[in-house]
């Protein structure tokens, strides 16, 4: 008779045989012909959204000794351990994802469990936050003169924008040329329909392809004396839209 185990019970069955009974541990490693491994059960998972690149997800599985194959954003599977913990690529547009498949001894793959999350980063999730100038000098009467713009984008991600607007002082620096009564704005055409892509750290002037620039003008005004503007300033200032 063979030395029993500490994991096995022995009895002595008819005719002198040993049957070896199973353990309920050993009953657990089996899986009967035409069922199905069951896929792992995640424990903790990222926020949807999520405003943080490096991110943790947990599972668990009912089956001890399983080994775990995932995948983040739908890239090559590999092996892995709960908790695991990545970090994403904030440029990828979209919902992110992340996925794990049980594995046993023999090879055979459960069913992934998935789940899907956004990322918002931090400057994004409160707003778009993009720095736009542009200056002009050397006005005359009647002659529309354009104004080169320069976005930038300071933040970790790409930016579109969307609309841009442009408003002047109402009064001159020093005071005397009344903006309202001499001067006239074109607006640059930039709408939802023209999307300007502003990358990641970077600056882009405009006009572009696809959209035409802010200009102003001084108004010809035969019957009002423009001599008051002569050397005068204003401020500029821009307001419009973004989205990542």
Request: charged fraction near 15%; glycine fraction near 6%.
């Amino acid at each position: 008779m063979k030395t029993p185990t500490s994991t096995r019970h022995t009895a002595l069955g008819l005719f002198g045989v040993v049957v070896v009974l199973a353990t309920s541990a050993d009953a657990a490693k089996t899986v009967a012909p035409g069922v199905l491994l069951a896929a792992p059960v995640l424990r903790s998972v990222p926020a949807d959204p999520t405003s943080t690149v490096t991110n943790t997800v947990a599972w668990i599985h009912p089956r001890p000794g399983v080994g775990f194959r995932c995948t983040t954003d739908d890239r090559d599977w590999f092996p892995c351990t709960s908790p695991l913990t990545w970090e994403l690529d904030p440029a990828t547009d979209g919902r992110h994802t992340f996925s794990v498949r049980a594995v046993d001894a023999s090879g055979r793959e459960s069913l992934p469990a998935r789940y899907t999350f956004a990322y918002r980063d931090a400057l994004r999730a409160s707003s778009v936050r993009l720095t736009v100038t542009g200056s002009v000098d050397g006005l005359a009467p009647g002659v529309w003169v354009p104004v080169p713009v320069r976005v930038s984008n300071p933040g970790p991600v790409p930016v579109h924008l969307t609309s841009l607007e442009l408003h002047v002082a109402a009064d001159s620096t020093p005071p005397g040329c009344s903006a309202a009564t001499n001067l006239e704005v074109r607006q640059p055409q930039v709408t939802g329909g023209d999307r300007v892509l502003v990358p990641a750290r970077s600056t882009v002037t405009l006009p572009v392809a696809g959209t035409a620039p802010a200009a102003i003008r001084l108004r010809d005004l035969p019957t009002v004396n423009q001599d008051v503007c002569k050397a005068k300033s204003f401020a500029l200032s821009w307001s419009g839209t973004a989205e990542h």
